[in-house]
């Protein structure tokens, strides 16, 4: 059984990963850490904590590496890991201490490839449940649930044979965000799923993460790697048995509606008739699609008379120039 946990600088959060890594009451363990070319002494503090690592019964396999990514640093450590079942932890989050024993008895209890789990989202003093409920979590075999959004895992609650990842392959080391969206729809046409309907991990949003949108110019970036991903999804499994052409269009027309909206909401409407327009291409006229439609005409109406469309939370960021 081995752990993979990409680093990024946070060396004090790291600890913590590690620490929980360190109470889970499966042995035998493997850590695999990998240092995804720090700029400061993330690696030399990961090697400090070695001691404590094989104290608790655990194996270190601590490496370091260029920066390439998260994407690259989860390949690198994958391919690393000695384990016939690997996890994945982020370096600012943790598990909870029964997580892999109870994860691999859903597998063995279900002749699985895989098991999920449900994980506390943290931001800030709020706690919320991700997916909120038990039966949104990916369960068999299950692609076109996954692309429609009512079957999902975050990372954290992935736990993976070997052969499902030699089967479905890694991550996608050209998507610089969502590339575990990619990946758990990858993951959903190869193995049967297995699900633990209990929180077993925790999922923190900090300052500076990828998920975190300080301006339009991040907004905007993240809808271009959207579609990046929507396109390398449909290009890595159009020709797996579960292709649901109907579910990925669906897909589509769901992220297309939100950037749409983004740029009515920045008041570039030529951007949000572009995307308007590739996101018909893709996915035809589906209601959401249609929608945006109407409210584009009423976007440019209103701007005949020196008015716009605002978003409805009133977010400074699209009071910003068009980027």
């Known amino acids: 059984m081995s752990v993979v946990i990409p680093v990024y600088k946070r060396p004090e959060l790291l600890r913590r990963a ?4 360190l109470a889970q009451t499966h042995r035998p363990l493997e850590l695999v850490v990998v240092d995804d070319g720090s700029p400061d002494d993330t690696f030399e503090q990961l090697q400090a904590m070695t001691a404590d690592v094989e104290s608790a019964g655990v194996t270190p396999s601590f490496h370091t590496k260029s ?6 640093a989860r390949n690198f450590g994958i391919g690393k890991a000695a384990g016939e079942y690997i996890t994945l932890l982020d370096a600012d989050d943790e598990y909870f201490p029964s997580k892999i024993e109870k994860q691999l008895a ?10 999920v789990c449900q994980v506390e989202r943290r931001v800030g003093e709020r706690v919320s449940l991700y997916p909120a409920e038990v039966s949104g979590l990916l369960r068999g075999h299950d692609p076109a649930g996954v692309m429609n959004l009512k079957a999902w895992a975050h990372t954290n609650a992935l736990f993976l044979s070997r052969g499902l990842i030699e089967r479905a392959g890694v991550y996608d ?3 610089k965000i969502f590339e575990d969206d990619e990946y758990l729809i990858r993951l959903a046409h190869h193995g049967k799923f297995a699900a633990v309907s209990e929180a077993l991990a925790t999922w923190e949003d900090q300052p500076g993460s990828l998920s975190q949108v300080p301006d339009l110019k991040t907004l905007l970036w993240r809808d271009e790697n959207r579609r990046r991903q929507l396109r390398a999804t449909r290009d890595k499994c159009l020709a797996l048995p579960g ?3 109907d579910a990925w269009k669906t897909s589509v027309a769901r992220w297309y509606k939100q950037i749409i909206n983004h740029y009515i909401w920045s ?3 030529k951007a949000a008739t572009e995307w308007l327009k590739e996101g018909v291409e893709l996915a035809g006229w589906k209601p959401l699609l249609r929608r945006q439609r109407k409210k584009l005409r ?3 109406l209103l701007g ?14 699209y009071d910003y120039p068009s980027v």
């Open 173 to 175: 080391e050209t998507l």
């Open 243 to 245: 292709w649901d052409e």
């Open 267 to 269: 008041n570039d409407l």
């Open 106 to 115: 859903a597998v063995q209890a279900d002749d699985a490839d895989a098991a």
């Open 18 to 21: 590690v620490q929980s890594v």
């Open 298 to 300: 009423k976007a440019r």
């Open 304 to 317: 005949l008379i020196g008015m716009r469309v605002r978003n409805p939370k009133n977010d400074p960021i």
């Open 67 to 72: 920066n390439g990514g998260v994407a690259s």
